[in-house]
Nanobody, 127 residues
Framework: QVQLVESGGGLVQAGGSLRLSCSAS????????MGWFRQAPGKEREFVAS????????VLADSVKGRFTISRVNPKDTVYLQMNSLKPEDTAIYFC????????????????????WGQGTQVTVSS
């Protein structure tokens, strides 16, 4: 069982920045693919970013490329999502997810690939 706890969400004006954190309770964090997804009201949960177990590969959704960065600190069992130049359309609940069967240099983008999910943290961007 893996528990994921997100933090760092909040209300920010358009153009502002936020950094989300996700702390994982697992002894195998360094071999786990980590991802961020988001879900806006009335919409499907969508992929945002993912990072391979060692951090050597990252994948970003086209909608956030150039604005968001995903990173991880394995000794701290934590993954981060740095969000810059935020837009009102980034408003959503952001979820952290873990793929415990992840392979080196692999970073999945599909929801079904992830085994565990956090409760989510709300990000609201005002115009």
């Amino acid at each position: 069982q893996v528990q994921l706890v997100e933090s760092g969400g909040g209300l920010v004006q358009a153009g502002g920045s936020l950094r989300l954190s996700c702390s994982a309770s697992t002894r195998t964090f360094r071999s786990t693919v980590m991802g961020w997804f988001r879900q806006a009201p009335g919409k499907e949960r969508e992929f945002v970013a993912s990072i391979s177990p060692g951090g050597g590969r990252t994948v970003l959704a086209d909608s956030v490329k150039g604005r968001f960065t995903i990173s991880r600190v394995n000794p701290k069992d934590t993954v981060y999502l740095q969000m810059n130049s935020l837009k009102p359309e980034d408003t959503a609940i952001y979820f952290c997810a873990a793929d415990i069967d992840g392979k080196p240099l692999y970073a999945g983008t599909e929801r079904y690939e992830y085994d565990y999910w956090g409760q989510g943290t709300q990000v609201t961007v005002s115009s």
